[in-house]
């Protein structure tokens, strides 16, 4: 079993950029498909970015695609999602999550953290 514990979130204003950060602790993340979701108020939560097993293969929404990078310091068994050029439409509650597959998607997502706050004003 892994523990999930996100920070970073915060109010933004439009253009501004967040750090968010994902501490597992349990096991390492190197032993999961690692990966950034978020549900914003009335929607369903959707994928934003992940992070293969190895650490080799990243991937993006078209929504983040070229502004947000997600990355891991397996020094210290965390997960980062570096959000540039955030605007409104980014504002949701953020979730990091761990997968035990190849690949991480909203349906095989295993372990879930609590969530952090993003907003982000006009």
């Known amino acids: 079993q892994v523990q999930l514990v996100e920070s970073g979130g915060g109010v933004v204003q439009a253009g501004g950029s967040l750090r968010l950060s994902c501490v597992a602790s349990?096991?390492?993340?190197?032993?999961?498909?690692m990966g950034w979701f978020r549900q914003a108020p009335g929607k369903e939560r959707a994928w934003v970015a992940s992070?293969?097993?190895?650490?080799?293969?990243?991937a993006y929404a078209d929504s983040v695609k070229g502004r947000f990078t997600i990355s891991r310091d397996s020094d210290n068994n965390t997960i980062y999602l570096q959000m540039n050029s955030l605007n409104p439409d980014d504002t949701a509650i953020y979730y990091c999550?761990?997968?035990?597959?190849?690949?991480?998607?909203?349906?095989?997502?295993?372990?879930w953290g609590q969530g952090t706050q993003v907003t982000v004003s006009s």
């Open positions: 999550a761990a997968a035990e597959a190849i690949a991480i998607t909203t349906y095989n997502a295993r372990y």
């Open positions: 349990g096991r390492a993340t190197s032993e999961f498909a």
């Open positions: 992070l293969n097993w190895n650490g080799r293969i990243t």
